[in-house]
């Protein structure tokens, strides 16, 4: 049984840094391309961050480009973000979940992580 679980936000400075954590547990990883999402009230979840099928390259939204990175603990089913450079509009409960345009297709989503920054 897949079990997401997010770690790692708070509360920081504009131009600061944090690295995020996602244990995902049940997860192959080279069968499950993996990315970060992150959702403000009343707005999509969005994707940031992501590995493509087979985890041989990544892809980012224009708004995290040159600012986070996405990488993975192949062994420790673990996937993390690094923030760097942060904005006030990175505010957002962050999750992890299946690289996916289908409802269908996603694990059950985690509690996510509060980020957030201030100006």
């Known amino acids: 049984q897949v079990q997401l679980v997010e770690s790692g936000g708070g509360l920081v400075q504009a131009g600061g840094s944090l690295r995020l954590s996602c244990a995902a547990s049940?997860?192959?990883?080279?069968?499950?391309?993996m990315g970060w999402y992150r959702q403000t009230p009343g707005k999509q979840r969005e994707l940031v961050a992501g590995?493509?099928?087979?985890?041989?390259?990544?892809n980012y939204a224009d708004s995290v480009k040159g600012r986070f990175t996405i990488s993975r603990d192949n062994a420790k089913t673990i996937i993390y973000l690094e923030m760097n450079s942060l904005k006030p509009e990175d505010t957002a409960v962050y999750y992890c979940?299946?690289?996916?345009?289908?409802?269908?297709?996603?694990?059950?989503w985690g509690q996510g992580t509060q980020v957030t920054v201030s100006s």
């Open positions: 590995f493509t099928r087979g985890g041989v390259s990544t």
């Open positions: 049940g997860v192959t990883f080279s069968l499950n391309p």
């Open positions: 979940n299946r690289v996916s345009q289908s409802n269908s297709l996603f694990f059950p």
